[in-house]
């Protein structure tokens, strides 16, 4: 599963084969790799700085993962105390828009405030039921994001080169490096993108495990 940032629109891809074999908004090669979004929307944003045309460049998500993070613990009372909330913001909503209605200010004040008290009402009375029903199966509250592995910053086969040069000057102008980037150069053959051979290209940046060095040979016998 990847997920590709194409001039400001996303688009999900579910199959995990899908991003080796098409191309991301045509011919588009590797420029550099980063393990955080921001990284790479620093990236784009250093080109767009220079006067590099940023409609032909892509930001790739790969190895797109689930992280949920619980929040705390949800109780019947929590429960209820969050519909109480939705429930009165709801109210409040309907009694303004009946308030537009009425003829006088105290009539007007009235409605919303009765709106907004029978809102908290039927909210926490719902919130309390649903949490009920629901058998202590999900006791816990949780926000929920993907996230990527890496972020692959693409540009296109033509402006390749020259995006390549301004981030060079740039790092040469302000004498410091990208840490959090790993570049990849390309192969000198023409092709789209392949995010397997990006990773191979760039072990050090994906590795998972240090490579354990192998042990010397043993010295050869005398007879």
Do not use: C
């Not at 011919?27 to 550099?32: A, H, N, S």
């Not at 959090?180 to 150069?185: F, G, K, R, S």
């Not at 092709?191 to 397997?196: E, H, N």
């Amino acid at each position: 599963m990847s997920v590709h940032l194409v001039r400001g629109e996303i688009t999900m891809m579910t199959d995990p084969t899908a991003g080796l074999d098409v191309p991301v908004g045509g011919d588009r090669r590797l420029l550099v790799s980063h393990p955080d979004y921001l990284s790479a929307q620093r990236t784009v944003d250093t080109l767009s700085d220079a006067g590099f045309p940023v409609q032909n460049v892509s930001i790739v998500g790969q190895d797109l993962r689930l992280e949920e993070a619980v929040t705390g613990r949800v109780t019947n009372a929590r429960a209820a105390l969050t519909g109480a909330g939705s429930g009165a913001v709801f109210g409040v909503i309907v009694g303004l828009f009946l308030g537009l209605f009425t003829s006088t200010t105290g009539s007007f004040v009235a409605l919303v405030l009765w709106a907004a008290l029978w809102g908290a009402v039927l909210g926490a009375a719902f919130g309390f039921i649903n949490h009920a029903f629901q058998g202590g199966k999900r006791d816990f509250a949780s926000r929920s994001a993907i996230v990527a592995g890496r972020y692959d910053v693409l540009v296109t086969s033509a402006e390749l080169e020259r995006a390549r040069q301004l981030l060079d000057g740039v790092a040469a102008a302000t004498g410091s490096a990208q840490a959090d980037t790993a570049v990849v150069t390309p192969p000198p053959s023409a092709g789209t993108y392949d995010p397997a051979r990006a990773r191979a290209q760039a072990p050090s940046a994906y590795a998972d495990t240090p490579t354990t060095p192998s042990s010397p040979a043993p010295p050869p016998r005398r007879p």
